[in-house]
């Protein structure tokens, strides 16, 4: 019997004030600057990473639609979803995030 991986346990706390957000799971908590940018083909923002780790992206562009997301992170373009999507989804069906 082949058992289906779990997805991992995922939290998110996001401050309006600051534009921080915070995601964290098994391996750790991750911050982020969270900022829109400007785009015709729907909603984007940047997550920019507060503490970028040396040797990898310090930000990810996530595009948002009704029926697709989009991000730069590799478990995106590996698998085709991602938290960072998963993320920016929440916080827009939440209302904390401007249309």
Do not use: F, W
Not at 72 to 92: A, N
Request: net charge positive.
């Amino acid at each position: 019997m082949n058992a289906t991986p779990k997805k991992p346990q995922r939290t998110l706390h996001y401050n309006r004030l600051s534009g921080i957000l915070h995601l964290a799971d098994r391996r750790g908590e991750v911050g982020y600057y969270l900022d829109r940018l400007e785009s015709d083909l729907g909603p984007a923002y940047r997550l920019t990473k507060i503490l970028a780790t040396p040797g990898e992206p310090d930000h990810y562009d996530v595009l948002i639609s009704s029926t697709y997301g989009s991000c730069e992170c590799k478990g995106h373009l590996y698998t085709g979803h991602c938290k960072h999507v998963d993320s920016v989804r929440v916080l827009r069906q939440r209302g904390d995030l401007a249309c």
